[in-house]
Nanobody, 124 residues
């Protein structure tokens, strides 16, 4: 089994920055696997924020975060990061790390594994 643990969430003012980390443990991933970040705001559906293919590093972003968020990974540490800049109140949500096949994450939103989530609050 794979366990995912997020860290780095917190309270930040609009325009500020945070970096989320997600460390995976328990099993290595195949070349077809990817990791990503979903988020769920109060009263809204869970949505994909960004994803990255594990081997090639190809990235995917939701339109609302393009140019502000950057996803990256450290293969040796089995860790994925989400650098969030120019944060807006609309970014407030619980952010969930996910791992699975790239199609399951980007297209189907049914990753094999979920982290427990970390709260990000953007407020003055």
């Amino acid at each position: 089994q794979v366990q995912l643990v997020e860290s780095g969430g917190g309270l930040v003012q609009p325009g500020g920055s945070l970096r989320l980390s997600c460390a995976a443990s328990g099993r290595t991933f195949s070349s077809s696997y990817a990791m990503g970040w979903f988020r769920q705001a109060p009263g809204k559906e869970r949505e994909l924020v960004a994803a990255i293919e594990w081997s090639g590093g190809t990235t995917y972003y939701q339109d609302s975060v393009k140019g502000r968020f950057t996803i990256s990974r450290d293969n040796a540490k089995n860790t994925v990061y989400l650098q969030m800049n120019s944060l807006k109140p609309e970014d407030t949500a619980v952010y969930y790390c996910a791992a699975g096949q790239i199609k399951d994450i980007v297209v189907l939103a049914t990753p094999d594994y979920w982290g427990p989530g970390t709260q990000v609050t953007v407020s003055s």
